[in-house]
């Protein structure tokens, strides 16, 4: 009888998710970490929803309402309810907010990070898990209320590392360009939709490919046509001559919209943005840090007001010298809908979310967040196998003096745990043989300064009777002959 072959299944990690090793981790933590010490300061309070909702509470289904939206994971429960893991923070929240609503003080201040899933076909850097950090004000009314987000997105931004000139918030108002729109007789949501579409283009087609957009449309390099949104060559050029109100100063800018924008919605869009200018004054947030832009407009259908893009302004270089740009690392804006599909009532809403790796991923390769770099490794050398018992009470003596440490627990010799000191990228071995013991005294090597030399000394005889990166101290002066190196 035939033998059956065991199973072995492949090793390998689903399409589209992400395997985050250790400096990944701890630059997102560390932002984390910077970006909650901001939201605590200003009053928000964490919050923490489970990963899991129910699909109707996302407002995720297919026409048929019979199964949840291919943009979502989802499953059956045993109720057959359909749940799906959260896509975003917000929309956990709205349902929060709902539930508890006659118990929160409002307007109900909190922040929250975590993990949100996204059913998407997945890219370069486009995964399907990432992590979001967010802060929200539900019940807040009012631009002020807008302006304080912006401001706090400015400070999550000085937080991370980032200094003046390094960043912008960029601010506009979707209500100004429903009153370009107003103007010119036509707000019906559908053309609304495909200017909008054609105006979040901007950045990559340039204004000559989004007046295609706004008119008959455009055929891309791959030959795909993109129907426009057929505004006559009266309306395209209202539209781009909106765009184009620019100016140093915010109050240069509000000028150039005044012609532009109308006397209906627009003018609301207008009034917030000059109160915005006035709240950002008084906290002292720089025209260089936060400035209007027409161009900006976030979402197609989510936003109901003031609209913001945090983006990265510093440059970093790939290998070959050329440049990478990261642009925009978050955003938010008011969002007064979306407690409403619950209540029934109006809920002003207004909140600032960030994806962590992203943005982690962009301050690693700029040099930025001190705070994620580990502190020093020191690894203690088991020169002699059955004093194991003596390397780890020495590992424990360092933590305990704030270092951090470890006793080396694999197999081999000592040449082989000095290579995974190495490889660890620790500064400091520790070792301490029966010789060293009878003596009472440890030798320490310090690998850090040894690379350092190794790359600079040619004659490995100097090398050799010099050993300047490995010294001798007492036993008892161990844990204070390392912090003092260290430092």
Do not use: H
């Amino acid at each position: 009888m035939a033998k059956t072959k065991a199973f072995k299944p492949k090793a390998r990690r689903p399409r589209g998710f992400e395997d985050r090793a250790a400096d990944s981790l701890r630059a997102q933590r560390a932002l984390i970490s910077a970006a909650s010490g901001v939201y605590e300061r200003w009053g928000f309070e964490p919050l923490e929803t489970p990963a899991f909702e129910y699909a109707d509470a996302l407002g995720k289904f297919l026409p048929d309402e019979d199964r949840p939206n291919e943009g979502v994971f989802a499953m059956q429960d045993d109720d057959e309810q359909w749940m799906a893991l959260r896509y975003d923070l917000t929309a956990p929240l709205a349902r929060f907010a709902a539930e508890n609503f006659q118990d929160l003080a409002k307007p109900f201040r909190r922040y929250q990070f975590g993990e949100v899933w996204r059913n998407e076909k997945p890219g370069p850097g486009r995964f399907r898990q990432f992590v979001q950090c967010d802060a929200d004000s539900v019940g807040a009314p009012g631009p002020a209320a807008d302006a304080e987000m912006i401001a706090l997105a400015s400070e999550v931004m000085g937080a991370a590392g980032l200094g003046e000139g390094d960043y912008v918030v960029r601010v506009n108002d979707r209500r100004l360009l429903d009153g370009v729109l107003e103007s010119l007789g036509d707000a019906a949501p559908e053309k609304r939709l495909r200017v909008l579409r054609a105006i979040d283009k901007m950045d990559r087609l340039g204004a000559e490919g989004v007046e295609l957009l706004l008119g008959e449309g455009r055929k891309d390099d791959s030959g795909d046509f993109t129907e426009g949104a057929g505004l006559d060559a009266a309306g395209r050029a209202r539209v781009l001559g909106f765009l184009e109100a620019t100016g140093e100063t915010r109050g240069e800018v509000l000028d150039a919209l005044k012609p532009v924008v109308g006397d209906g919605v627009g003018a609301q869009g207008l009034a917030a943005l000059e109160e915005i200018d006035s709240v950002l004054a008084a906290l002292g947030v720089t025209e260089t840090r936060a400035m209007f832009d027409p161009s900006v407009v976030r979402g197609l259908g989510y936003y109901t007001g003031p609209v913001f893009e945090a983006e990265l302004l510093a440059t970093a270089t790939y290998d070959d010298g050329s440049p990478i740009q990261f642009g925009s690392v978050g955003g938010g804006g008011r969002y007064d809908d979306l407690v409403s599909r619950f209540t029934g009532q109006a809920v002003p809403a207004t909140g600032f979310s960030f994806g962590v790796s992203r943005f982690a991923a962009a301050l690693s390769a700029l040099g930025r967040l001190d705070a994620a770099r580990p502190d020093p490794l020191v690894v203690v050398i088991a020169a002699e196998k059955d004093r194991m018992a003596d390397y780890f009470q020495i590992a424990a003596e360092l933590r305990a003096a704030g270092l951090r440490a470890e006793a080396f627990v694999g197999g081999g010799n000592m040449g082989k745990q000095l290579k995974y000191a190495d490889r660890r990228d620790a500064a400091m071995a520790v070792i301490i043989g029966s010789e060293e013991r009878e003596k009472g005294e440890a030798q320490i090597k310090d690998l850090a300064l040894g690379k350092r030399l190794a790359a600079q000394i040619e004659d490995n005889k100097t090398w050799r009777e010099d050993q300047p990166a490995q010294f001798t101290v007492s036993r008892d002066q161990l844990v204070a002959a390392i912090k003092e190196r260290l430092s």
